[in-house]
């Protein structure tokens, strides 16, 4: 009989523990400034797009039905935009596009809330506004080359920039209508079939400051003219300093041979008998006075030893009396050279003069020259 009333004590006093253990882990709540903490579900996958004076989020809402709202913070919470939302109970997309922003980097803060106020932890992202600053400094992909060549318009580009993903171009096609062209910054050459002769181009330059970026920024427009090869068809050689007449072959080696449109024939100084040094020259007479604005000068193909190296050409409208027209340095290659003048020359007479050659050799040759 004691035993039960000792048991029946034992279960008594455990109740009783038992009520203050559980009153005493709910008086926690007592000393909370609002209450129980509840957090909603917070943006996830968030990502960020900089763009001119405005940049975009995009994050996702997965599981939290209650999300009534999503705020972001910048400045310190010095400036705030919000934007409410219309839970599905799938996954949803949320986009917020700030406009008028300073240019500059900016940390943010991503809250979401529902209808009572509760919000999410924060989720915190950088991203950098771009505008005139950038736009200042950005430098145009320059076209070195144009020229039409068998009625094809050619034009040769400049290495580009980083972050050029293209260059436009705007040209008047054959039928008299604007057209464009885009230009890949891998490519370094652009080929125009439809262009029309005697007209100009614009063209400018296409950056993206970020792979992200939701905005193309542009340089100005610059004008460039495609320079047409001048017409050979009267043209004839007035004067050589030396030439091969029989060791190149009976149809070979002679000065004539540089313009006769075959680059597998060329012109080359004398070598059999006597192999005089340089300085070379080769003259020819144009027909009539025409505007030079460069040259062309083809290699003898697959014979880099002899290569024409230095060079200069003077001008004349007499073949008499010559005027300078610049000195350039040819590369050896068995690639067409162009070399430009510094401006416009009108002339009846051109001379080339090769004070050097690849290889230091005596001899020279060229298998084509033309003009521009």
């Known amino acids: 009989m004691k035993l039960n009333k000792y048991i029946m004590f034992l279960g008594l006093a455990g109740l009783l523990a038992g009520l203050a253990s559980c009153s005493e882990m709910d008086d926690y709540k007592q000393y909370l400034p609002e209450g129980e903490i509840r957090y909603v579900g917070r943006a996830d996958s968030v990502m960020v797009y900089p763009g001119k004076n405005r940049i975009l989020f995009t994050w996702l809402?997965?599981?939290?039905?209650?999300?009534?709202?999503?705020?972001?913070?910048w400045n310190n919470r010095g400036d705030s935009a919000e934007i409410a939302v219309q839970k599905t109970a799938g996954i949803d997309t949320i986009y917020l596009l700030l406009e008028n922003m300073t240019e500059r980097t900016y940390n943010f803060e991503i809250y979401t809330y529902d209808d009572e106020g509760y919000s999410s932890v924060p989720v915190f992202e950088s991203g950098t506004?771009?505008?005139?600053?950038?736009?200042?400094?950005?430098?145009?992909?320059?076209?070195?080359?144009?020229?039409?060549?068998?009625?094809?318009?050619?034009?040769?580009?400049?290495?580009?920039?980083?972050?050029?993903?293209?260059?436009?171009?705007?040209?008047?096609?054959?039928?008299?209508?604007?057209?464009?062209?885009?230009?890949?910054?891998?490519?370094?050459?652009?080929?125009?079939?439809?262009?029309?002769?005697?007209?100009?181009?614009?063209?400018?330059?296409?950056?993206?400051?970020?792979?992200?970026?939701?905005?193309?920024?542009?340089?100005?427009?610059?004008?460039?003219?495609?320079?047409?090869?001048?017409?050979?068809?009267?043209?004839?050689?007035?004067?050589?300093?030396?030439?091969?007449?029989?060791?190149?072959?009976?149809?070979?080696?002679?000065?004539?041979?540089?313009?006769?449109?075959?680059?597998?024939?060329?012109?080359?100084?004398?070598?059999e008998g006597a192999e005089p040094g340089p300085p070379h020259y080769l003259a020819i007479d144009a027909g009539a006075e025409v505007t030079f604005n460069g040259f062309i000068f083809t290699p003898r193909q697959g014979s880099a030893s002899g290569n024409a190296k230095d060079i200069e050409i003077a001008v004349s409208t007499d073949g008499v009396a010559w005027e300078p027209a610049g000195?350039?340095?040819?590369?050896?290659?068995?690639?067409?050279?162009?070399?430009?003048?510094?401006?416009p020359i009108q002339a009846k007479y051109f001379k080339v003069t090769v004070n050097a050659s690849h290889g230091d050799q005596n001899s020279t040759f060229f298998a084509e020259v033309g003009a521009f």
């Open 61 to 73: 809402l997965i599981s939290d039905p209650n999300v009534s709202r999503c705020k972001v913070y």
């Open 129 to 271: 506004v771009y505008g005139d600053k950038y736009q200042a400094v950005l430098l145009p992909r320059l076209v070195n080359e144009a020229w039409l060549r068998e009625d094809t318009a050619v034009l040769d580009f400049a290495a580009p920039g980083n972050e050029v993903v293209g260059t436009e171009l705007k040209y008047t096609s054959i039928s008299g209508q604007e057209a464009t062209f885009m230009v890949h910054p891998d490519s370094s050459q652009a080929k125009i079939a439809d262009y029309k002769p005697g007209t100009p181009f614009q063209y400018r330059t296409l950056y993206l400051p970020d792979s992200l970026s939701i905005d193309t920024f542009y340089t100005e427009f610059l004008t460039g003219e495609v320079l047409e090869e001048l017409d050979r068809s009267s043209w004839s050689v007035s004067g050589f300093s030396s030439e091969e007449a029989s060791g190149e072959g009976e149809d070979n080696g002679h000065a004539i041979h540089a313009l006769d449109d075959d680059i597998n024939t060329f012109w080359h100084t004398q070598w």
């Open 327 to 343: 000195t350039f340095t040819l590369e050896n290659t068995d690639d067409r050279h162009l070399v430009f003048l510094t401006s």
